[in-house]
């Protein structure tokens, strides 16, 4: 029978008070169904129901293991534990509490929990639980002295690597090295703390000792390349098999920065953004080549470019500022600053940039549409007319133009010319949600066309009339 069949049955039992056939039903269920969250629940609130507390007691339990979130467990839970087991209440209560989203209620609960029991593994448990809670109100010094407190009864690689972490991001490395340190100590075989020791000590500039704790080749090589031992770092580079990587290139063009030879360096660069697209680094490498070269718009740009990958988009904002002040003529920079006002909505920088970026490059289509869409929404649509009717020109596959338009000729009571647009635009873009609308409009436009003709028909005849009529 399948899981749903026999929660079905054993519902159907339940409704007409047949307890025992239903517990029957469930408990033979179980290797099948114990990870199944309302199945334990089901049999939990049943052997609540026939009084089986003990039962009751284990499937609360594993019901909270499997579904972590179940309000309902950790009610039951409470109850269970109130009277019988002070440390597993206090936890519990704990746990309710977060899952209320009462995270700093919790602490006290987790304390009352150390200070009720003796045995080593569930203090050691209760702290874990107390630090991390720390950690989510942005109480760092205290989730230190709780992990502190768990190293000192039992070593954890875990938390030796937690701690190097919450120090590092108090800015404190030199504790951040010392306890990465002992846990090296303790956990001598384990490459991933040593290789952040490693890194720690060569922002320290302490290079021979990030060279002993480094594990890999690309530690090495980084270390002998910050050292200055530039012939060492390149044997250790042209020795390692995993060239795929992309540490490879971003080391080999560091290793030619450090040369003074820019071309092989910026082939490196580029050969780390075809690894690893979209990287910061990239572009950081790429500005102290500038810098290095005198290059300063390049500098500004790619550290531009580097914030804006980082997303801190008002340091890059500047960034781009200061290129475009270097050098005016160039519109890569103008057009990253385009971008970011686009998104910020600074319509007074917009106008700005999108009259540069047309100067500069008549048929921009990102100048074209901006300038439209400024003026459009500054209500002066025939200017905005003007704008589009290039942009229609210079970009044939962008449609979204001739709804643009539409609008334009709209407002300018060019119904004639607002119709013919709009269907271009239907036809370009016939699954488009605006689509019916349109389709309203031009049929408006079509019937009021129909109106103002038969009244110039009747005019006429009118007239003729009255002449014959004399």
């Known amino acids: 029978m399948s899981s749903n069949g026999v929660l079905v049955q054993a519902q159907m039992l339940i409704d007409e008070e047949q307890y025992e056939k239903a517990y029957e039903i469930l408990t033979k269920a179980y290797d099948d169904l114990k990870e199944n969250d309302e199945y334990l629940e089901k049999i939990a609130l049943l052997a609540k129901t026939m009084e089986k507390n003990e039962d009751a007691a284990k499937y609360w339990e594993e019901l909270a293991v499997v579904n972590p979130n ?15 087991n002070k440390y597993k209440y206090y936890i519990t209560r704990g746990k309710y509490k977060i899952l209320n989203e009462k995270v700093s209620q919790a602490v006290d609960d987790y304390k009352k929990a150390i200070n009720s029991t003796t045995d080593e593994a569930e203090i050691i448990n209760a702290r874990f639980l107390l630090a991390k809670v720390y950690e989510h109100l942005d109480k760092t010094q205290n989730a230190i002295d709780e992990y502190y407190s768990i190293i000192e009864h039992i070593d954890d690689m875990a938390i030796y690597y937690k701690l190097g972490d919450l120090y590092c991001q108090m800015g404190d490395r030199y504790s951040a090295i010392n306890v990465l340190e002992r846990g090296v100590k303790a956990f001598p075989n384990v490459d991933e703390l040593s290789e952040y020791l490693s890194a720690l000590y060569l922002k320290e500039g302490e290079y021979d000792k990030a060279l002993e704790k480094a594990k890999n080749n690309f530690s090495r090589a980084k270390a002998y390349l910050m050292k200055g031992d530039n012939e060492e770092a ?17 080391l080999m063009a560091e290793y030619y920065f450090n040369k003074k030879e820019w071309d092989k360096c910026l082939d490196f660069i580029n050969k780390f953004n075809e690894m690893s697209p979209q990287n910061p680094l990239t572009y950081q490498m790429k500005a102290l080549v500038c810098d290095a070269n005198n290059d300063l718009y390049g500098y500004h740009y790619n550290m531009g470019k580097c914030y804006s990958y980082k997303q801190e988009y008002d340091l890059a904002l500047a960034e781009y500022l200061n290129a475009h002040r270097h050098d005016a003529n160039r519109s890569e920079a103008i057009k990253e600053i385009i971008k970011i006002n686009e998104t910020t909505g600074d319509k007074t920088s917009l106008m700005e940039f999108y009259e540069k970026l047309h100067r500069q490059e008549p048929d921009n289509p990102m100048a074209l549409n901006g300038l439209g869409d400024v003026y459009a929404d500054m209500y002066e649509f025939r200017n905005a007319l003007d704008y589009y009717k290039q942009l229609e020109k210079a970009d044939s596959s962008y449609y979204e133009v001739y709804r643009k338009l539409g609008l334009c000729y709209e407002k300018l009571k060019d119904f004639a010319s607002a119709k013919e647009a709009y269907e271009k635009y239907i036809t370009k873009a016939p699954l488009s949600p605006d689509t019916e609308k349109l389709k309203e409009k031009i049929a408006k436009f079509t019937g009021a066309a129909s109106v103002s003709a038969d009244k110039e028909e009747e005019g006429f005849i009118d007239k003729l009339m009255k002449i014959f009529g004399k």
């Open 234 to 250: 390149y044997k250790l580079l042209e020795a390692v098999e995993d060239k795929a990587n992309a540490n490879y290139p971003a």
């Open 70 to 84: 179940s309000a309902i467990a950790y009610s039951e839970l409470l109850d269970v534990y109130m009277n019988a």
